[in-house]
């Protein structure tokens, strides 16, 4: 009689299955970081454009940010010719013990009226 033959079709299917799963979620979790960093791109050059303006403030940051976003801070520099703006979130991870930060910064210059040269 021969001996039974081992199974090994099984044994590379109980490897090779979680491996699978593991990089179907993380391409999940690139994708849901692409979305995220889409979205504090937005906010910032949002609330650079609504903060350049003469009587601007930054209440355009504090709509945009959804739920997909946690942690937002968004901190507004305005000087007499710049905005600069910079944003700093987390994106939830699907994948345990790994944190997905994002950041974002965005300038532009304030508005200002400027009289044309030879103008009393």
């Known amino acids: 009689m021969r001996p039974p033959r081992e199974d090994r079709g ?8 979680p491996l699978l799963l ?3 979620l993380f391409v999940i979790q690139a994708a ?3 979305h995220g960093d889409h979205v504090a791109a937005d906010i910032a050059r949002r609330t650079a454009e609504q903060s350049r303006t003469a009587d601007g403030g930054t209440s355009a940051s504090e709509a945009l940010g959804g739920s997909l976003l946690t ?3 968004v901190s507004v520099e305005r000087g007499a010719e710049e905005v600069h703006v910079v944003v700093r979130a987390q ?7 790994i944190t997905w930060p994002v950041r974002h910064d ?3 210059p304030v ?4 009289p044309e ?3 009393p």
């Open 32 to 34: 849901l970081w692409m």
């Open 111 to 114: 508005e200002r009226f400027v």
């Open 91 to 97: 994106v939830p991870s699907l994948l345990p013990g």
């Open 117 to 119: 040269e030879g103008t």
């Open 71 to 73: 942690d937002l801070d």
């Open 10 to 17: 099984s044994a590379e299917l109980a490897v090779a299955t």
């Open 22 to 24: 593991l990089l179907v």
């Open 106 to 108: 965005s300038s532009a």
